[in-house]
């Protein structure tokens, strides 16, 4: 009795330190049981999601795997399910660099079409002030060349009574030298010819006599005096002869003189006519210059304006490739990035497919539900 209660006591002193052991690391098997727990569970949802996407999975396939998740990663399905993530993530590679490189060409394009807008908008501003200077110079160009026509034609109009008279007095003058050089020589050397020629040598004399207002016994007597022969002229018929001559060389000299001190006035009336007559015919000249370069830059701005808003629209055009570029090249990155996670998951779960397996949860649980080691050392004592 005495040896089987020492051997009974002995055998409790080795349980109870292994049993104490075991209670020791039974909240560390929990926590690290449930944390594998939680890791192959997102390991496992993980690859449900990609393996959904895989198009080269048969339906039934895939529906089998999935549902001998996670002993089936393990298996073959778990390789062939690796080595189509692995096809598909290089496929995924693929279309990433495909969508980079079209992501990037999209985004030189848009800088170009940017910078293009801007140039536009540089023009566009140039050119609206080159406009608007051309249309202020056309305005103040055709104000100054109304300006000048006006002042050429109301000297044109000053001038026109002074034009007149200066034209009458040459008249005049060309009317006395043809008298006194014409009609009163051909009768004072007796040089007509016929009857005709005489008399009609003789009235031009008398009326022109009458128009000067000569005297009227001078004018009486030129008749009969002017329109004898000279070898027939009696003295007094002389006399009157040689006072018409006086009378009539000086009133023609009265006519060339007057028209001869006129003429600086004349000369200069005339050049100042001529001389804003030219200032309105280049200011005219300038006018028509400004107002068709307003027309030209005008047009300009006009054809600015064109390019910016075709810029513009472009850059709309563009600006919606680069951003739909962009996003194909996120959801490519975001695929590789699945893939790549996808790959990883199954390895996890190949190298470890039950984590459960190292602690069984059937053996955790005994071990959580068993006694304390003093109520085990004392079962053992009354054993």
């Known amino acids: 009795s005495s040896g089987a209660s020492g051997s009974n006591l ?18 560390h098997r929990l926590s690290a049981a449930s944390a594998k727990g939680r890791m192959q569970a997102t390991d496992i949802t993980l690859i449900r999601d990609v393996v959904q996407t895989l198009e080269t999975i048969p339906p039934d396939a895939r529906q089998v795997f999935l549902e001998g998740l996670p002993g089936s990663a393990a298996g073959t399905g778990g390789i062939l399910l690796a080595a189509a993530l692995e096809d598909a993530h290089k496929d995924a590679e693929k279309a990433c660099e495909e969508a980079a490189t079209v992501a990037e060409a999209a985004t030189r394009e848009l800088d170009t079409v940017k910078a293009a807008v801007d140039e536009a908008a540089t023009v566009v501003e140039a050119t609206s ?6 249309e202020d110079a056309s305005k103040a160009a055709a104000k100054a060349a109304k300006e000048t026509d006006r002042e050429h034609k109301l000297i044109q109009k000053t001038m026109q009574g002074e034009t007149q008279k200066w034209a009458a007095m040459r008249e005049e003058r060309a009317r006395a030298e043809s008298i006194f050089q014409g009609s009163f020589k051909l009768l004072e050397v007796g040089g007509w010819e016929d009857e005709d020629v005489r008399t009609a040598a003789v009235k031009a004399v008398e009326e022109y006599l009458q128009e000067i207002s000569a005297e009227k016994t001078l004018i009486a007597a030129v008749p009969g005096a002017i329109g004898a022969k000279p070898d027939g002229r009696r003295p007094f018929d002389k006399m009157v002869v040689e006072t018409t ?6 009133h023609f000299a009265e006519v060339d003189a007057n028209i001869k001190q006129a003429e600086p006035a004349e000369r ?25 370069k307003a027309v030209l830059a005008n047009a300009e701005w006009t054809t600015a304006e064109t390019k910016l808003k075709l810029c513009r629209k472009r850059l709309l055009e563009v600006e919606a490739t680069s951003t739909q570029a962009a996003e194909k090249k996120a959801r490519a990155d975001a695929r590789c990035a699945e893939l790549e996670s996808g790959k990883a998951a199954i390895e996890r779960l190949k190298s470890a497919p039950m984590a459960a397996e190292s602690t069984p949860a059937p053996a955790v649980e005994a071990l959580a539900a068993a006694p304390a080691p003093a109520e085990a050392a004392a079962s053992t004592v009354a054993a």
Do not use: M, N, Y
């Open 10 to 27: 002995s055998l409790a002193w080795f349980i109870v330190p292994r049993r104490a052991h075991l209670h020791c690391l039974l909240p």
């Open 129 to 134: 002030v080159e406009a608007l200077a051309a």
């Open 245 to 250: 001559e006086t009378v009539l060389s000086k």
């Open 268 to 292: 200069e009336a005339r050049a100042e006519l001529l001389g804003i007559w030219a200032l309105a015919d280049v200011a005219g000249d300038e006018a028509q210059t400004s107002k068709e």
